[in-house]
């Protein structure tokens, strides 16, 4: 398992070299840290990262992205990206990550022309592949990189990788945009978005490993990983009282915990 991971890394070097110049997209979370570094790494000043700033995006995220870029000298560029603004994409249908998507790499493809990049490249792995996720979608159609999964490396592999050289990213906790918080049909506003947020931080704060707060209508749906459950109620005042404050009339706790996409397991009432 460990040479097949270092095959993989090799494989991932010898594609990028072959770029000679790209454009990565920036979220500063797992995967776009590790492509961003070895690109970097390998192509120097011919790479160059771009970050999308909205109302979607944490506040706390994109000042990570900024830290990293500057700690590592690698030209940052942040482009605004409001997907609220985008037509449909505030009524959250089921492409709704379409529609983001297609607009923000269009952004990142005249951003890495006027730099005169050739290449664009996001940080997808091979366990996206699974789950539907209509953003790569536009990926495709925008001819859009996806090294990492070119390479065949997976989250797991890319965590390990990340420790090894390194990474402030290795044991991060998964991130998604704010917006794949909200059930499909309910209308996504900056209000909400904003509750979403503030929500997420103050679990962060309390020291939970991996959380979603989903949001149904006034009601929070929280999701820790199943060894917090007791960490909740032990806090379950405090939450309570914090989420309320934040506009929630009531807060409520999955019972089966943590996972990713769990707004998709309504698809099938679409």
Not at 81 to 96: A, C, M, T
Not at 156 to 167: F, H, N, V
């Amino acid at each position: 398992m460990k040479l097949e991971k270092l095959e993989k890394l090799e494989k991932l070097k010898e594609y990028l070299k072959n770029l000679k110049s790209v454009a990565v997209a920036f979220s500063s979370g797992v995967d776009s840290t590790f492509l961003l570094k070895t690109a970097h790494d390998i192509l120097n000043d011919n790479v160059i990262a771009v970050t999308a700033k909205s109302c979607s995006f944490p506040q706390r995220e994109l000042q990570e992205a900024i830290r990293f870029c500057k700690n590592e000298n690698i030209k940052h560029i942040i482009v605004e990206s409001e997907e609220l603004n985008i037509e449909g994409f505030k009524n959250n249908p089921p492409n709704r990550c379409y529609l983001c998507k297609k607009e923000l790499f269009q952004k990142i493809w005249q951003c890495a022309k006027d730099n005169h990049i050739e290449n664009v490249a996001e940080g997808s792995n091979i366990d996206d592949e699974g789950d539907y996720r209509p953003g790569m979608q536009a990926v495709k159609e925008l001819g859009v990189l996806s090294p990492l999964r070119t390479a065949g490396l997976s989250k797991a592999e890319i965590r390990t990788l990340s420790k090894e050289i390194g990474l402030p990213t290795a044991e991060k906790q998964s991130f998604a945009c704010l917006s794949s918080r909200f059930v499909y049909g309910e209308e996504i506003t900056e209000e909400k978005l904003k509750m979403v947020d503030k929500a997420e931080q103050l679990l962060l704060d309390l020291g939970f490993n991996q959380v979603r707060v989903r949001i149904h209508g006034n009601i929070a749906r929280i999701e820790v990983l199943p060894r917090e459950f007791e960490k909740i109620l032990q806090n379950r005042e405090k939450i309570t009282s914090e989420f309320k404050m934040y506009g929630f009339s009531y807060v409520t706790m999955d019972l089966i915990g943590y996972r990713t996409g769990s707004m998709n397991e309504t698809l099938n009432l679409w």
